[in-house]
């Protein structure tokens, strides 16, 4: 069974770039997370989504993060203008229950801002 | 906000020695979750404990949660080199709009030794 995938596997742009990470979910889950997990602060939740509506996206950094899901399989995070800070891994995760059930993670994304 | 934190932060053991690693939270939880991330790689869930259950059992995995003192713990038995991961409780709590979604820790990182 295929599972979350995650593209890229690694970034390194340069500082004021626009960085667009994508997500293809297990099929069938409905709901959709993005975390960002770093060594100071752990794994944090961003965004995430039932059946392609934004639920809570009271993680989201700021407003120089955004986030969509057009359709059941896909979605995209997307950073513009990108800062040094914004440097982590960022993973998508999905599942076919509410938000605080058992949740599959991709390999996530590595993003290096210089 | 963090909800769980795990203890200790780092431990290293032989292989074939068990391994116990604790988790704490704050506030009233319907379930605790476990789950495993090897280097490099996205989160996996190994196990969910209820909040009316008190031990759980997963092959060489055994789970316990005190809800009195709003803690669990993680004994993997008779511990293997390919157990070398990092491994954090998330706990269930309500994000924005009282949408359910999980909070981690930041996690035990575990180095079984050959």
């Known amino acids: 069974d295929a599972g979350v995938i995650q593209s890229p596997r690694h970034e390194v742009t340069e500082m004021g770039q626009e960085v667009t990470l994508r997500c293809k979910p297990i099929s069938g889950h409905d709901y959709l997370f993005w975390y960002r997990q770093t060594m100071m602060r752990g794994l944090e939740l961003l965004i995430y989504f039932n059946n392609n509506v934004p639920i809570d996206d009271s993680g989201m950094p700021e407003d120089r993060f955004s986030a969509k899901m057009p359709n059941a399989s896909f979605s995209t995070l997307k950073i513009q203008p990108s800062e040094p800070r914004d440097s982590a891994v960022y993973f998508c995760?999905?599942?076919?229950?509410?938000?605080?059930?058992?949740?599959?993670f991709g390999d996530g994304t590595r993003l290096s801002i210089l | 906000s963090q909800q769980g934190e795990e203890d200790p932060q780092a431990l290293s053991i032989q292989e074939g020695e068990n391994a116990t690693m604790n988790c704490s939270y704050k506030?009233?939880?319907?379930?605790l979750q476990w789950y495993r991330q090897n280097s490099g790689r996205g989160l996996v869930h190994l196990i969910l404990?209820?909040?009316?259950?008190r031990e759980k059992h997963s092959g060489r995995l055994r789970v316990t949660l005190d809800t009195s003192k709003k803690s669990s713990s993680l004994l993997i038995t008779a511990s293997r080199a390919a157990d070398t991961a990092s491994y954090f409780c998330?706990?269930?709590?309500?994000?924005?709009?009282?949408?359910?979604?999980?909070?981690f820790g930041k996690g035990t990182k575990l180095t079984v030794n050959p």
């Open positions: 995760a999905s599942s076919s229950h509410r938000g605080n059930q058992p949740q599959h």
């Open positions: 506030t009233s939880i319907n379930n």
């Open positions: 404990i209820r909040s009316n259950e």
């Open positions: 998330a706990t269930d709590a309500r994000g924005k709009g009282g949408s359910e979604k999980l909070v």
